[in-house]
């Protein structure tokens, strides 16, 4: 073939041949590729994504702990000062009793005191008038009956005692 | 060709155009299947199966060295349209890239002792107008039919001759620098061997011829094929980015 011609045969083939090579840069090396970034463009979306929502939920524990946190001081605060109120009122309660149990044993120290007094009262009184009886026997000498002479001294005890 | 061959050197310059392989005729037209198509069917396998291998299992993460290349391949043919033919045209970057694949490989297979594909005219012819058909048919859509005719006689009808002449020189233009220059290239190589061994014809080995033409070669095959690829290219998509600017 002459140096510079032109070739019909060659025309048509290099035609073909530049469509082939075409085709094979089209879908083994572009088309393949495209498809790989655009991929790898997808899957870094969603990686960026996926931070975000981590964040995010990172951000509404950190809240909810916070305010968790808080709940707990407040309740700490409220039992603290709801033991303190309760020890108060069983302090006061039993420093209550103690005092009431002090007042019985007084009444009762009391009421004993006066028992024991009127008792006494009453034995000194029968002590008394039989010594008086026994004197007056003595100095009288059945002047008057023994049941007389009991009865004038009982009146004049229990004058004296009204009098006391 | 003997061994012998190999020592006497080059003795002869043939200034011819690709071999005919095979040559049949269909309704009368005489089809040529040539060097440079049975040329071009190895390149087109061979880019077939790079790509294959570069692309074979890509990954979104922790990629492989392979996939690095064929990322980058994408990317720098994507950065040359957006740059040249601006933004929204990325659909052209495939066949950018095997055009330039195709031609720069052309050119190189001389590296194998082989014919370039494209010191064949018609090859390059073929790519010129392939351009300059999508360049009318991208001015075409662009402007209307009626605006596309209306085009040849601006500014005045007088100018129409010019316009016409300037349209057909694009694809003359285009495949005549990028076939002259491989074309011419390969003459030089060949006029160099010849020279080499002119020199040490009396010893009867051609010892010159090893180690020279590699210099020479750098610049005529490497750094010419890897030049006119790119022009060939960059004057593809100045044009037709050119041809989508309405008038």
Redesign the interface.
């Given at each position: 073939?002459?140096?510079?011609?032109?070739?019909?045969?060659?025309?048509?083939?290099?035609?073909i041949?530049?469509l082939?090579?075409?085709l094979?840069?089209?879908f083994?090396?572009?088309k393949?590729?495209?498809?790989?970034?655009e991929?790898?463009q997808a899957?870094l979306a969603a990686t960026y994504a996926a931070a975000d929502d981590a964040q995010n939920a990172a951000n509404a524990d950190k809240e909810q702990y916070a305010k968790l946190m808080q709940d707990a001081k407040e309740e700490t605060a409220r039992i603290i000062s709801r033991a303190e109120k309760q020890a108060q009122q069983k302090g006061d309660a039993i420093v209550e009793d103690a005092r009431r149990e002090a007042l019985a044993v007084r009444e009762k120290a009391d009421r004993d005191i006066a028992r024991e007094m009127s008792q006494a009262k009453g034995e000194l009184q029968g002590e008394i008038s039989a010594i008086a009886m026994e004197l007056a026997e003595k100095i009288m000498e059945k002047e008057i009956s023994k049941e007389d002479h009991s009865r004038l001294i009982d009146e004049f005890l229990e004058e004296m005692g009204d009098k006391a | 060709m003997h061994i012998s061959d190999f020592f006497k050197g080059t003795t002869e310059i043939n200034?011819?155009?690709?071999?005919?392989i095979a040559s049949f005729e269909i309704g009368g037209?005489?089809?040529?299947?040539?060097e440079?198509?049975l040329l071009?069917?190895i390149?087109?396998g061979a880019?077939?199966l790079l790509?294959?291998w570069?692309?074979k299992d890509?990954?979104?993460?922790g990629i492989s060295k392979r996939q690095v290349l064929?990322?980058m391949?994408?990317q720098t043919v994507y950065n040359l349209v957006d740059d040249t033919m601006g933004k929204g045209n990325r659909r052209f970057?495939?066949?950018i890239?095997?055009?330039f694949?195709?031609s720069i490989l052309g050119s190189l297979i001389s590296l194998l002792g082989l014919r370039s594909v494209t010191a064949?005219?018609?090859?390059v012819?073929?790519?010129a107008?392939?351009t300059f058909i999508w360049v009318h048919y991208t001015k075409i859509r662009t402007n209307g039919f009626f605006g596309y005719l209306k085009g040849y006689a601006s500014p005045v009808f007088v100018m129409l001759p010019m316009n016409v002449l300037s349209e057909v020189s694009l694809p003359v233009s285009m495949s005549i620098r990028h076939?002259g220059n491989i074309?011419s290239g390969m003459i030089i190589s060949g006029l160099v061997y010849f020279a080499l061994t002119s020199i040490t014809k009396s010893i009867g080995v051609a010892f010159m011829t090893i180690g020279i033409p590699a210099v020479l070669s750098l610049y005529f095959d490497l750094f010419s094929s890897f030049m006119q690829a790119f022009i060939f290219i960059m004057l593809t998509m100045v044009n037709v980015s050119n041809a989508a600017e309405t008038e």
């Open positions: 073939m002459d140096f510079l011609s032109i070739d019909v045969g060659t025309i048509l083939f290099t035609l041949n530049t082939l090579i075409f094979a840069f089209k083994l090396l572009f393949r590729v495209d498809a790989m970034l991929q790898r899957e | 200034v011819t155009g690709p071999k005919i037209v005489t089809i040529n299947f040539t440079s198509i071009s069917w390149i087109i880019v077939a790509l294959h570069l692309t890509l990954k979104t993460k064929a990322e391949a994408v970057a495939p066949y890239g095997a055009l694949t195709f064949d005219f018609s090859v012819l073929t790519w107008l392939i076939f074309a």
